[in-house]
């Protein structure tokens, strides 16, 4: 059976809400919630045509299949795939994360221990150390690592085979893994936002296996409002079921999805408070930008990781942010979508072909 052993999972203490951040706590619901089979899966139509054929093909072969980076915002099913990838082999799955292997000798100890087949998830894989990613390289290639043994001039380097496995890398950043690394994987799956017809079968898939009773438009308002995102539709539904318990007879319906969302600080197109704040500060503190990630983040008090891996893939998505080389800058949409009318020449200036 599967050996899902979580080693140092870098458990996100961010602490908006509703983010696409994993929260502490939720692991367990999201285990519950999460596609065993490629065929549960919703959505991601291209990775998962092109993620059957490299399983299909190795599995007619008889040999692990080649290593897979999956690259794309939190929460859009990484993680999940990865599972599901063991799942499909009939493999087990040892799991960790880039800032956990932050000696090469953490990361030597969790190959040598990886049975012939087996997958190993690395998510956050952009973050490993140094040493660590460069023991991988081998690895992935050769299955193999050269462990040093001492110090100084008298160190010497043993080599140590390992059984075939295959890597599964998760990142947010694809842009920021080294060259190297990113060759060594013979297949990139570029995860995308989700439609809202996909998020309503994540919904209404989800209410099932909690037993939530709920109506169709509920189901669509839940799923409009997710950004593209099943973690966030997931955690949404659950805040709209405990406000339906508290205040209504316990059944979503569009007027209780609606009230409920009030309360939540989630707008008419999903955003949040984290996501309103960065528009707000573009706007209303930088007359629309163009200005840079980091000042940005220093004015709404987050790390400038989280603006630009977290909020701002889905506000460029939603035509509400530009990101140029100058800097990221706010559409007229953004002004609009915050109830105020940009200056008269906006978009007419050097911003007004990146809106085209
Ligand atoms: P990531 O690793 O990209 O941050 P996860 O795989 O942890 O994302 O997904 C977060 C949650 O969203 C999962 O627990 C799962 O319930 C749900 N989810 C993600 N993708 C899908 C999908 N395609 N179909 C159904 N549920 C999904």
Redesign the pocket.
Known sequence: MHDESVTDFDADQHDETLS?L?QTGEREV??T???RKLA?????PRVREQLELVLESARRRGVPPDHVL?S?P????????AMIIAEELDASIRITSGPALERAGDLAAMLSNLAEGDVLFI?EIHRIARPAEEMLYLAMEDFRVDVVVGKGPGATSIPLEIAPFTLVG?TTRSGALTGPLRDRFGFTGQ?EF?GDDELDL?VT??ATILGIAIDPEGSAEIARRSRGT??IA?RLLRRVRDYAEVRADGRITLEVTRAALEVYDVDELGLDRLDRAVLSALVNSFGGGPVGVSTLAVAVGEEPTTVEEVCEPYLVRAGMLARTPRGRVATATAWEHLGLRPPADYGRSEQSSLFD
């Open positions: 696409a994993p999201e285990t919630l999460r596609p549960e899966f919703v959505g991601q999956l794309g939190p929460g859009l099913g990484k993680t999940s795939l998510d998760a995860m989700y994540v898939r989800a099943p973690r997931n």
